[in-house]
């Protein structure tokens, strides 16, 4: 069955199997990007966010040079 898919789709049957693992890999991680905390946690998670940020001096370069685009 695998040979017959991946000939339909003109590939070899690792190439076949392999998109198709890799498509099934993204799905189960994109399941992680999300979380559920309580009430007390999202609070210290906004307390933090909420926190002035402090730039060092390798940040300011970072955010002052040209990017590679303007270059």
Do not use: C, H
């Amino acid at each position: 069955m695998l040979r017959r898919a991946a000939e339909v789709r003109g590939e070899s049957t690792t190439e076949y199997v392999l998109r198709n693992a890799v498509g099934a890999a993204q799905s189960d991680l994109a399941d992680l990007r999300s979380f559920v905390a309580t009430d007390n946690e999202w609070q210290e998670i906004e307390s933090a966010l909420s926190e002035p940020v402090t730039l060092n001096a390798a940040m300011v370069k970072l955010l002052t040079s040209p990017t590679v685009l303007e270059r």
